[in-house]
């Protein structure tokens, strides 16, 4: 189900760049579609019924269900680069602005 | 041989660009440290090369940790990218200040593109490639294009990650071999589970190698560049990308015929359209960036035809003969202010030596033969014949039609002077500056000087150079010596 | 048999004959020049002392070289080119934007020229094609239009890499790359003799300049520095009738075709894709014909005139018997004299007087007496009139398409004779006779060592117009190990399908009737000469001599007649203008700085992936 709605984000956030033309909103809208891939992977990791994949005094053995923990780290991973490319969109766009006093792509010309 | 230069190949540059934060001032020679360090590394692993290494970060074994994979393809791509790395970095040297951090990242993250072994690892170092990119295509004060390029770049490399996902979720692993062997073990119908993943890879990968049409960034970026942005991207990233794209194809890609299919459909009109758009251009460097549209268009074609040898040469020829091209488009464009054509005639009749660099290079682009680009352009068409492909090396026939044109009339134009009708006359010839010239004459001499003895010398002493392993060359070759 | 005197040596003598002539034109203009003089001069020598090894086999590295009797005719004919024009380059150093290069590209053509002519392997035949492609396409530009070198590169790489694909399909399908065996397999294989036949004709048609790839001939003839153009039309262009000679005789794909029923046309005389070349070569015949009358500029003329005989030479050996094919080779031998000769006097006209405008020259036969002679041979022989060579090839072709019932190709033929009349008299008229242009009074004939070369063009013209058997014996040899009768020869006698011709007796009685002519003109009272500028009009001066000269609009009704006629020009224009448009539209639709638009032909490109792989 998680599955489902995280892959409507990502089509939001890809119907946010076909709609937008204002540079923050199609910053917003690559955001939302991270979120959305992230969710997914997050989502990769879970099985029914699985256990913390901790081994602790009650879940000795490894033969137990657990769940998959690579897609958290990998997710990791993930989001702090989209905070980095985050980041530096906004530079530009900051840059963009003080350029063109605009937001907007379209008014800024050029081919 | 000693394994560890090959994780030291990523993290030299990286240590050299951590420290460059910390001292800003010695910046550019942490670089050029690192540059020459993985120029050493690199021969040092080429010249030790015995058979394929596997290398375990922090001792895990694979499937388990990241692993760096050194066989003959990562040699020639490690070996390729540092070379050109270095000699654009030097050619282009008055660009680096302030930019070094950016530059030691990208050449530890390219080295890591090549290297990885890994699905995530190769999105991560995909990632921080492109993420340098950015930062080093805001050089051309057109920030309007870098975010063209940001946007594109974070959407393609997210359906990277989606498509890397997808096959985790369906194989449990992320090590490329490790997928490979159980692919080949599971039994239900794979080619058409995988149809998702892989179009998402390739659609992900497609935007950093500047397939049609994922590669709207490419013209705005490319077309004001300078002389280390510019090459760096047709050349370097290019090289790195294409590679790290073959290697999926050649492990990952169980295609099944409509899938192939499509995949072809896309290279070959990349192939195509971009010759036709660069046979439309006016301006050095749009001819050249459309042209380095269209090549890697052919490299992504012939690696899916399953031609690794061809797609290298071609590769190869692509990326050498474009570090000189475009080096020399940016730094006429630069110091005239003009790339138009024909505001540049006669460029070339005061700098002789660049001019036959620049001629050098452009014949070894369209395959002409005594170059290196006819090697190449022999084997692709061979390897092609004897996989009993014909449409294909039509369509790469008609298409260098086209490319040659474009091609001679850049040559033509740039060595002489007057109107159409009239003579050419030395005379003519407007006053053109070229800056900075020792560095570059020296550098574009002797890599015009490598591709045409690349050209004459298989004629001489192989036999069957028009069936030229290129992989097994360079263990037999070179590792030999 | 050692290395010194082998083929492999003149190739790699000339090689390196070019580099030096690159460095000594760097310190002396001349000396360079020199260089490309000695240079073809001594590899036409040793190719002239290789005659008794003919049929050796060499090889340089992984490349082999074959010493064919055929290809020992086109190496010699292509260096006896060279070697005439290359006395003109001494004079063009100054004229030349890159005269070190022009020394290096000079000679790099002539190696490429040798070894594309003895090459043993299909390769290194395109290797060496190759290389005459890109050091001409050097040199065209620095004459007149940069725009030049880029159509004849376009049609040159479209022809060489027509033969690239044929010849590693046949690679794919024998596995070798020698031309013997190849071309000997291709015959057993209709398919096979097909793809040669189409891939290597094509190469041949578009080198020839035949119809419809004739557009570079005028561009690049006609635009590139003089003393190449000669090169060009004399030489180059006979590359074509290499081409087309090993894709219908060598291989043999006539016979092939008409072991075949699906190639025998019910009427024609020949399988249909021989008859495809011999309608092609009529067809230039014609156009080019028409396009000459019609050119004002005189090197673009003779580059029409080559398109023209480009037909004769396909015709001849399309038509595949050996008085057709003995005669398109003995065409190609004449042609390319003649039209070097025409061509090198061009460049006199042009060394003195600084202009191919017709309309701005005339009279120069009082100053250039013996430049006049020496065009006037050349288009005599190019109008295939005795006692010249040219007479003896069309004489052989017109045989050969009568003794084959061909009436409508010998329509073309016979027209592009007259037409050749219209045309070649032009600038004869127009450049040389007449009266002089008062600009023109202290021009001087041409500097002695131009002479040479054009004079011994000439002798020879005569000579194998008047006795053409010294070089027929030797095309009789070749069509006989290509597998054709000999032909025959008696003595001084050719023998035709229906009729026999003695050229000395023809050149004999046309001597006593020039002699007689030279008498009457000599008894005959001197006529006055009349000034150019002596004149006016309506009691106005007239102060351009180009309005009052009595070749301009030479033709003007009769060009009316084909003003809106097609034309290949406007074809190829109109296709290169689409491609730019196309181009163009590539560009707009999917390099433009709106991601959205980006994002949506990728949001449309996976769909497509994710349709089309999952069908």
């Known amino acids: 189900m998680i599955q489902y709605f995280s892959i409507v984000l990502m089509l939001v956030g890809i119907y946010g760049l076909l709609s937008q033309r204002n540079v923050i909103k199609l910053i917003a809208a690559l955001n939302i579609f991270e979120i959305g891939l992230n969710l997914f992977i997050v989502s990769i990791g879970f099985v029914k019924d699985g256990l913390v994949p901790i081994l602790t005094s009650n879940n000795e053995s490894s033969a137990m269900l657990y769940v998959d923990p690579l897609p958290h780290a990998l997710v990791l991973t993930s989001i702090v680069i989209g905070v980095g490319v985050t980041a530096l969109a906004l530079a530009l766009a900051k840059k963009m602005h003080d350029k063109y006093g605009t937001y907007d792509m379209d008014e800024m010309g050029g081919k | ?481 | 048999m050692d290395f010194i005197l082998s083929v492999p040596a003149i190739v790699v003598g000339l090689f390196a004959a070019a580099v030096l002539a690159y460095l000594l034109t760097k310190a002396n203009k001349i000396l360079g020049a020199l260089i490309t003089v000695l240079g073809s001069g001594a590899a036409l020598a040793a190719m002239l002392m290789l005659k008794g090894d003919i049929n050796s086999v060499q090889s340089l590295g992984a490349l082999g070289f074959k010493l064919t009797d055929y290809g020992w005719f086109f190496s010699v004919l292509m260096l006896l080119i060279f070697f005439s024009v290359s006395f003109f380059n001494l004079y063009w150093m100054k004229k030349i934007i890159h005269p070190a290069a022009y020394n290096f590209l000079y000679l790099v053509a002539l190696a490429g020229t040798v070894g594309a002519f003895t090459a043993k392997d299909f390769i290194g035949l395109f290797i060496f094609w190759e290389t005459i492609v890109w050091a001409s396409m050097f040199i065209i530009p620095f004459g007149k239009s940069r725009n030049a070198s880029v159509v004849y590169y376009a049609f040159s790489a479209f022809g060489s890499l027509s033969m690239l694909f044929g010849i590693l399909y046949l690679y794919s399908k024998t596995g070798s790359f020698d031309i013997q065996y190849v071309l000997e397999q291709a015959s057993m294989n209709t398919t096979y003799a097909l793809v040669a036949f189409i891939t290597i004709g094509i190469a041949g048609l578009v080198k020839i300049g035949v119809f419809p790839f004739h557009l570079w001939l005028p561009k690049a003839h006609g635009n590139a520095p003089d003393t190449f153009s000669p090169i060009l039309s004399g030489g180059l262009v006979k590359a074509g009738g290499f081409a087309a000679f090993l894709a219908v005789i060598v291989m043999p794909s006539y016979k092939v075709f008409a072991s075949n029923a699906l190639f025998l046309g019910r009427e024609l005389a020949m399988p249909v894709p021989n008859y495809i070349l011999v309608f092609l070569g009529a067809v230039s015949i014609v156009v080019g014909t028409l396009m000459a009358i019609k050119s004002e500029d005189f090197k673009k003329l003779i580059a029409y005139s080559s398109v023209a005989n480009g037909g004769y030479i396909i015709i001849g050996i399309a038509i595949a018997d050996s008085l057709s094919v003995g005669g398109a080779f003995m065409h190609m031998f004449a042609h390319a004299l003649a039209s070097a000769a025409a061509f090198l006097s061009a460049a006199a006209v042009v060394h003195r007087t600084g202009t191919t405008k017709m309309s701005e020259l005339g009279g120069l036969i009082h100053r250039m007496p013996l430049t006049y002679l020496v065009y006037l041979i050349a288009i005599i022989s190019m109008a295939g009139i005795p006692p010249m060579s040219g007479f003896i090839s069309k004489w052989m072709l017109f045989q050969s398409m009568i003794g084959k019932g061909m009436v409508f190709t010998a329509a073309a033929a016979f027209f592009g004779s007259i037409g050749s009349f219209l045309y070649v008299f032009r600038p004869l008229s127009a450049v040389f006779l007449g009266q002089l242009s008062p600009k023109h009074e202290s021009v001087k004939e041409a500097p002695f060592l131009m002479q040479v070369p054009m004079i011994g063009l000439s002798l020879l013209t005569l000579l194998f117009g008047v006795f053409p058997n010294i070089v027929l014996r030797f095309i009789s040899d070749i069509l006989k190990t290509a597998g054709l009768d000999g032909l025959t020869l008696n003595g001084l006698v050719i023998s035709g399908t229906n009729g026999q011709l003695n050229p000395s007796l023809v050149s004999l009685i046309f001597g006593i009737g020039f002699f007689i002519a030279l008498i009457i003109f000599i008894i005959h009272p001197k006529s006055r000469k009349v000034d150019l500028m002596d004149t006016y009009t309506a009691s106005e001066f007239i102060y351009t001599p180009e309005l009052l000269h009595y070749s301009y609009a030479f033709y003007a009704p009769f060009e009316r007649l084909y003003e809106n006629a097609p034309s290949t020009e406007k074809w190829y224009a109109a296709l290169i203008k689409k491609i730019e448009e196309a181009g163009q539209l590539v560009s707009y639709t999917f390099f433009n700085n709106k991601p959205r638009i980006i994002v949506f032909w990728m949001v449309c490109a996976v769909i497509a992936l994710l349709w089309g792989g999952s069908l």
């Not at chain 2, 680009?373 to 294909?392: D, R, T, Y």
């Open chain 2, 1 to 481: 041989m000693n394994t560890s230069f090959i994780i030291l190949l990523i993290a030299v540059p990286l240590g050299a660009a951590f420290l460059s934060v910390l001292v800003k001032k010695l910046g550019k020679y942490f670089l050029g440290a690192a540059i020459g360090f993985n120029l050493a590394a690199s021969g040092i692993l080429a010249y030790d090369y015995v058979s394929p290494v596997i290398y375990e970060i922090g001792g895990f074994k694979p499937p388990y940790g990241i692993s760096l994979v050194l066989d003959e393809y990562s040699l020639l791509g490690i070996l390729l990218l540092n070379v050109v790395f270095a000699l654009i970095a030097i050619m282009a040297c008055k660009y680096i200040k302030k930019y070094e951090v950016v530059l030691s990242v990208a050449l530890a993250a390219l080295n890591g593109v090549i290297l990885t072994g890994d699905l995530f690892n190769l999105f991560v170092f995909m990632e921080i490639s492109a993420i340098a990119a950015y930062i080093l295509t805001t050089m051309n004060k057109n920030i309007k294009y870098t975010f063209n390029y940001l946007v594109l770049g974070t959407l393609g490399s997210g359906l990277l990650l989606f498509g890397i996902a997808v096959i985790y979720n369906m194989f449990g692993s992320l090590n490329i071999m490790d997928i490979q062997n159980r692919m080949a073990i599971i039994s239900y119908p794979v080619a058409g589970a995988l149809v998702l993943p892989l179009a998402l890879i390739f659609t992900g990968l497609s935007v950093e190698a500047k397939l049609l049409p994922f590669s709207g960034w490419a013209r705005g970026v490319l077309k004001d560049s300078n002389s280390l942005v510019g090459t760096l991207i047709v050349s370097a990233f290019s090289a790195a990308v294409l590679l790290a794209f073959g290697r999926l194809i050649d492990s990952l890609f169980v295609m099944s015929d409509s899938l192939l299919i499509v995949f072809t459909v896309v290279t070959v009109g990349t192939l195509i359209l971009a010759e036709i758009a660069a046979f439309s251009k006016k301006n050095l460097r749009e001819i050249l960036l459309f042209s380095s549209i269209a090549q890697s268009g052919l490299v992504v074609a012939l690696f899916l035809q399953g031609l690794k040898s061809a797609a290298l040469l071609v590769l190869i020829n692509n990326v050498i003969s474009k570090m000189i091209l475009f080096t020399l488009a940016a730094k006429i464009g630069e110091d005239n202010g003009t790339d138009k054509l024909e505001d540049l005639k006669g460029v070339f009749l005061k700098n002789k030596v660049l001019g036959f660099g620049f001629t050098a290079a452009a014949m070894s682009l369209i395959g002409l033969p005594l170059f290196f680009g006819f090697i190449a352009k022999a084997n692709v068409l061979v390897s092609l014949f004897e996989a009993n492909n014909i449409w294909l090396p039509m369509v790469i026939l008609i298409v260098s039609v086209i490319e040659g044109a474009y091609v001679v009339r850049m040559l033509t134009t740039l060595w002489n002077t007057g109107e159409e009708g009239e003579l050419a006359k030395a005379e003519d010839a407007k006053q053109y500056k070229l800056t900075n010239k020792v560095r570059l004459t020296i550098i574009i001499t002797i890599a015009a000087i490598a591709i045409v003895a690349a050209g004459i010398l298989p004629l001489l002493q192989m036999n069957d150079w028009f069936n030229f392993d290129i992989l097994s060359f360079l263990t037999d070759g070179l590792g030999g010596v």
